[in-house]
């Protein structure tokens, strides 16, 4: 094992010290340390404890990775998710580093092995899971072991706070009792203040030095948009930029998963299903499909996701509301890992607001957690319906400030009107009035627009002075005035089946004309829009970008990449990212030494890939 793995980083008979910079050129392949990673390295390999937020993409296996290799002994690295560890275990062992994991998916015999290299010394790290960390025979074993550090991944599981509690994360408050001296670090892409306290309590991190990252996520592109014809609008929106990508679309419900991934597959895109519904083997199946194969579509309810470590997810697209924002941004957040450019894309409309809100109410949380919930859909959607950058509003919602507008947003780039919307927002507040606060936006719209049908007439409505009044607009303008209003508190949404529109008492000023109401002017063919910005994004789409030829040899690298993943039954960004075929590709080494400049290319992956990438290089001059 130590032959297989070993670089001579490992020969660490003198103890020496090994500088964090050089690994991580010479391991990792990386020029530099990002953002406040070589400080967090630092303080840890120094014996500090830390408590490390850093966005998706951000960075943070370096953190820990690093601290582990330059200290004396195994790091611990806890982690809730086996089919992740797995991944990262074959990763690491790709740049050399001897990595294992323990988890109930070994054999007896690989346990075995697993435990004797641990003994012997000849781990790096080990991956475990909490329940197994915590198993009195695994910590007396620890005792005997020398251990470099506890790295706690995904540390807002401890917090009940947030959507992902694990009550095994509470046991690993004694980590620090019980081995004094072993710096422990915290890691997660959570945020919010509560689960910062959280993190630091229950761990019982009470001296950890906190390193908090900005959670901006610059290379996602964010664009929300009226729900049309939401099947056409997936499609153009995948087919027009997206092409043969890796990509994930979520929905709300099982059945309507199914629908679209077979929908999908008939339109040509390779797509697969994704729920908890499904037998767990499939399930399997198709998770491991979607790491493993590039371009594949997975079609997912949330579900997915947690500890989807793909980097190369180039776009996620939401064919219903997410829950509340914290939600959109960490699906969102699955999207562009590695940092090349990605994409997302939100289709929204009234009725999925009625629907979030009746799923709150039929919930069975208590009232409060009921309220809380809703106001984190109403922050949602006043992302949706904001005329402005939408990356400002969002950042601002997790308390941080961008200066300026992104210009990377559809709210950026595709810039909307807005208007005086006084007049309108007083014919929609009395034509709710009027009908008695009772009915839903279908039938305050035919009101509106006059239209005689069973209803209006049968309810009178058709001889009411606001009856026909709202001509200017049509139905698509009208709704979307609607949906304007409840996002501004103007109007609310009853708390019943029919998703009644009530004007609320801030609609009184407006309804007496003393102030005025600015809305955004959706256009009414939305598919129009959705089409415009899917063609602008096409300019960003990485590999069109490239030179022709850059291209194709970038393809053929890719097929050559593929060719090894398979081999050795890992997905292909184990054995390269695209970040590092599209250096290859631009730059095109022609010697083996050329490769120190190409990110991602550390010493072993030179060894080991660099005469074969070199001949696909050559073959691709010809
Ligand atoms: P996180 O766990 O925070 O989501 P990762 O640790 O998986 O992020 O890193 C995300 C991506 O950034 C990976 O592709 C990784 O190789 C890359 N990366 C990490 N540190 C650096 C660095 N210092 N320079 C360049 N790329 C880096
Ligand atoms: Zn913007």
């Known amino acids: 094992m130590t032959d297989l793995y070993g670089l001579d980083l490992h020969t660490r008979d003198n103890g020496s010290s090994r500088v964090p910079l050089d690994i991580l050129r010479t391991v990792f392949g990386h020029k530099e340390f990002r953002g406040p990673q070589a400080e967090i390295v630092s303080h840890v390999v120094a014996g500090g404890d830390a408590i490390v937020l850093m966005p998706t993409g951000g960075g943070k296996s370096a953190c820990y990775q690093i601290p582990a290799l330059c200290r004396e002994g195994v790091g611990v690295v806890v982690s809730p998710l086996i089919a992740l560890m797995h991944d990262q275990v074959a990763a690491l062992r790709q740049v050399g580093i001897r990595a294992a994991a323990l988890n109930s998916s070994l054999s007896d015999q690989e346990r075995t092995e697993v435990r004797a290299d641990l003994r012997a010394g000849r781990l790096d790290l080990i991956y475990v899971a909490p329940e197994r960390l915590m198993l009195p025979s695994f910590l007396e074993f620890l005792d005997g072991a020398r251990?470099?550090?506890?790295?706690?991944?995904?540390a807002h599981c401890v917090s009940q706070w947030g959507h992902d509690f694990r009550p095994e994360y509470m046991k690993l408050e004694m980590l620090g009792e019980r081995f004094p001296g072993v710096p422990r670090i915290a890691l997660t892409a959570t945020a919010d203040p509560q689960t910062q306290q959280d993190i630091r309590r229950r761990l019982r991190l009470d001296n950890a030095r906190m390193f908090l990252s900005s959670f901006d996520r610059p290379n996602i592109r964010y664009a929300i948009t009226l729900k049309d014809e939401p099947r056409r609008q997936l499609l153009s929106f995948i087919a027009g930029a997206h092409k043969g990508e890796s990509g994930i679309v979520y929905c709300l419900s099982r059945a309507k998963v199914e629908d679209t991934a077979a929908w999908l597959s008939i339109q040509g895109i390779n797509a697969l299903p994704y729920h908890a519904g499904l037998d767990a083997a499939l399930r399997r199946r198709n998770q491991d499909a979607f790491l493993k194969t590039e371009g594949l579509v997975l079609v997912a309810t949330i579900a997915f996701g947690m500890g989807i470590d793909k980097p190369d997810v180039r776009f996620v697209a939401h064919l219903d509301l997410p829950g509340s924002l914290e939600a959109y941004y960490q699906e969102t957040?699955?999207?562009?890992?590695?940092?090349?450019?990605?994409?997302?894309?939100?289709?929204?409309?009234?009725?999925?607001?009625?629907?979030?809100?009746?799923?709150?109410?039929?919930?069975?949380?208590?009232?409060?957690?009921?309220?809380?919930e809703q106001s984190k859909?109403?922050?949602?959607?006043?992302i949706c319906e904001t005329a402005g950058c939408r990356r400002q509003a969002l950042l601002s919602h997790f308390g941080e400030t961008l200066a300026e507008p992104c210009g990377n947003c559809d709210g950026c780039l595709d810039p909307?009107?807005?208007?005086?919307?006084?007049?309108?927002a007083q014919k929609a507040i009395s034509a709710a009035v009027r009908t008695g606060q009772r009915y839903g936006v279908g039938h305050l719209i035919d009101v509106l627009l006059g239209v005689s049908n069973e209803k209006t007439v049968r309810q009178g409505h058709d001889s009411l002075p606001t009856f026909g009044i709202g001509k200017d607009f049509d139905r698509k303008e009208w709704s979307?005035?609607?949906?304007?209003?409840?996002?501004?508190?103007?109007?609310?949404?009853?708390?019943?089946?029919?998703?009644?529109?009530?004007?609320?008492?801030?609609?009184?000023?407006?309804?007496?004309?003393?102030?005025?109401?600015r809305l955004r002017r959706d256009k009414s063919s939305s598919l129009k829009r959705a089409l415009k910005t899917a063609v602008?994004?096409?300019?960003?789409?990485?590999?069109?970008?490239?030179?022709?030829e850059t291209a194709r040899i970038f393809e053929a690298l890719r097929a050559e990449r593929s060719k090894l993943a398979k081999e050795q039954s890992v997905p292909p960004y184990v054995i390269f990212h695209d970040s590092t075929l599209i250096a290859l590709a631009s730059r095109k080494p022609r010697t083996l030494d050329d490769f120190t400049d190409i990110p991602g290319m550390g010493q072993k992956k030179i060894e080991r890939y660099g005469a074969a990438v070199l001949a696909v290089l050559a073959a691709g001059a010809n």
């Open 377 to 382: 859909l109403e922050a949602l959607l006043g």
């Open 333 to 372: 957040g699955r999207a562009g890992r590695d940092g090349l450019p990605a994409e997302t894309l939100l289709l929204y409309g009234m009725q999925d607001l009625v629907l979030r809100r009746r799923m709150i109410d039929d919930g069975e949380a208590p009232e409060d957690v009921k309220r809380v």
């Open 536 to 548: 602008k994004a096409r300019a960003v789409d990485f590999a069109s970008t490239l030179a022709p």
């Open 480 to 517: 979307s005035i609607f949906r304007q209003l409840v996002v501004l508190g103007l109007m609310e949404v009853a708390h019943d089946s029919y998703g009644a529109l009530r004007a609320t008492e801030a609609a009184r000023p407006i309804l007496r004309g003393e102030k005025p109401v």
């Open 147 to 154: 251990i470099a550090l506890f790295a706690i991944d995904e």
């Open 416 to 424: 909307v009107e807005t208007f005086d919307g006084t007049v309108a």
